[in-house]
């Protein structure tokens, strides 16, 4: 990050205090709340010395939440350019600093006091002194408060203890908190309040900022990747006049200009493929898509993934591409390609495994290779599992819904599934071998599914009898069913290259790179119900 040159702000002291507040309480060296105290007590507290800085600051002609301080360095920077040197050497340099951030720690000891900041990238030690700022400045910044943001201007050098700090020759209020910070001991033990109250789950918990750091990292090197292997990024609507691309239930919402119904995006990939038939050859989109389905540790209804076409490819280079992919982002967010999720190990450095759905029976559910193709046995099996399939389901989709049923939790390990019958992919393309099956492939790891990919069916005549089956499917009841898409159809009238197509779970990724259980946990902002 380039340094800024600091702006001309008048004197460098803060405004004068009185030493105490009218009803101010005494405070404790470390600021700790004393465990019985009141929060609204507090608050009100907080809220009586901001009252006192009004009436300084409009004295003085300042600004009481001054904006002119431009922090130079960050503590990130700092530990590593600096903090190994002896203070025999560092001290003698006068390496002059200047930091901001919230007020973490303190410790008021007579004429000098500790302090510890945290801004962006981690902590700094200050040393404050009246010697050095001035027995005014040091008064003031006795009655400073936990979670207060501060400003420091000094010289670098190492405590006693060998802790690398900054030896104040100025140190100013930015901003004044009125909130108390949870105590320092325990931090925010409520898992709903660190979701509703992300700022302060930040503040506290080094873990949640990692966390959300790693997010950033996997981001930038799905965008990287992606670039360099000659896909282009793209942005499709949001709003959708027909909703598609998945079987889900969509958000509704009324447009007044166009006087119509509109719905939230479930997925971009209709979109995405017009772009392939326009000449666009390889294109992807991170996008934020939307369903009105239930929320659960897996489940947002608002959710990010990444979606990528590419013409003139199958669901076998996909397939090849995605395990790339995982490979990658991994290494770049954590380190390796091998991580720990709920205490067992993942491997993504070696090649996903890859079955059938068929076969994924005889493997996973102890089937032998006659009952794997026998429908009767399985619709007995989903019967007794209290999974009573409906009567018109073939073997694909028996085979389908016993692996749903019974397999899919056990694939802990990258396991790519493949073959899926035609009646649950309307936008698949199907086998030439089997016109059963389609060529599609999830991709499951610790139980869960992470990746929609196949070889996207460019048969405007097929996909227009698909759309008109999922028609039926939802004038019978099924919410989850397509909508016929007439442009959608006319566009594959003009011919769409042979192309592959996946889809991505960026939040259920984050969750496994991250060791999260709940999808919650790398949201920053997840839905809840309204408080109250």
């Known amino acids: 990050m380039a340094a800024f040159r600091a702006v001309p702000r008048g004197p460098a002291s803060p405004l004068p205090y009185p030493l105490r507040l009218p009803g101010a309480r005494p405070m404790s060296h470390d600021q700790t709340p004393a465990p019985a105290a009141d929060e609204n007590q507090l608050i009100a507290e907080r809220r009586e010395k901001l009252a006192v800085l009004r009436q300084q600051a409009a004295a003085a002609g300042q600004a ?39 007020m973490m720690l303190k410790r008021v000891m007579g004429k000098a006091c500790f302090a510890t900041v945290q801004d962006g990238t981690g902590r700094i030690q200050l040393y404050i002194t009246q010697d050095a700022v001035g027995a005014e400045v040091l008064a003031a910044f006795k009655h400073w408060d936990l979670g207060d943001i501060v400003a420091c201007e000094g010289i670098l050098f190492r405590t006693k203890t060998g802790e690398l700090s900054v030896k104040a020759s100025s140190v100013r209020l930015l901003t004044k908190s009125l909130r108390p910070l949870p105590d320092k001991f325990h931090g925010m033990t409520d898992q709903e309040q660190k979701y509703r109250q992300r700022y ?15 997010r950033s990292k996997a981001l930038s090197s799905v965008r990287q990747f992606m670039v360099e292997h000659g896909f282009m990024e793209v942005e499709t609507p949001m709003l959708h006049p027909i909703p598609g691309g998945a079987n889900a239930k969509p958000f509704v919402t009324h447009h007044n200009a166009l006087d119509q119904e509109m719905f939230l ?61 995982l490979r990658h982002v991994a290494r770049q967010a954590t380190g390796s390609a091998r991580v720990s999720y709920a205490g067992k190990e993942v491997l993504l450095d070696e090649p996903f495994a890859r079955l059938s759905v068929r076969n994924s029976l005889v493997v996973h ?27 018109h389901w073939g073997l694909s989709a ?41 060529e599609r492939f999830e991709l499951f790891i610790t139980g869960r599914e992470f990746g929609n990919g196949f070889s996207e069916l ?41 192309t592959g197509g996946c889809g991505i779970g960026i939040d259920r990724l984050m969750m496994l790179l991250t060791d999260s259980p709940s999808i919650r946990d790398v949201i920053l902002f997840p839905a809840l119900r309204r408080e109250g």
């Open 398 to 438: 028996l085979q389908f819904g016993l692996f749903e049923a019974v397999v899919e939790e056990k694939l802990w390990q990258p396991t790519f599934i493949i073959d899926y019958p035609v009646e649950v992919s309307p936008l698949a393309r199907a086998s030439d071998k089997d016109p059963t099956i389609t």
């Open 200 to 214: 302060v789950d930040l503040m506290m918990d080094d873990e949640a900022r990692t966390r959300f750091i790693a």
């Open 265 to 325: 995006r479930i997925a971009p990939e209709l979109y995405l493929k017009r772009l392939i038939v326009g000449g666009f050859e390889r294109v992807f989109e991170i996008n934020r898509s939307f369903r009105n389905e239930g929320i659960s540790v897996r489940h947002n209804p608002e959710f990010t993934m990444m979606e990528f076409y590419a013409a003139y490819w199958n669901h076998h280079d996909l397939m090849d591409y995605t395990e790339a992919i």
């Open 64 to 102: 009481v939440f001054p904006n002119d301080f431009k922090p130079q360095h960050r503590a990130a920077d700092l530990h590593p350019a600096y903090g190994e040197i002896p203070n025999e050497e560092l001290e003698p340099k006068a390496i002059r600093v200047s930091v901001a951030g919230r």
């Open 458 to 498: 460019n048969d405007a005549e097929d996909q227009a009898a698909r759309f008109q089956s999922q028609v039926a499917n939802k004038e019978a009841g099924d919410e989850e069913a397509m909508y016929y898409d007439a442009d959608f159809i006319r566009a594959l009238e003009y011919g769409m290259p042979p």
């Open 365 to 391: 559910a102890g089937l032998s290779e006659a009952e794997a193709d026998d429908a009767a046995v399985i619709r007995a099996k989903l019967t007794a599992l209290g999974e009573e399939p409906p009567k």
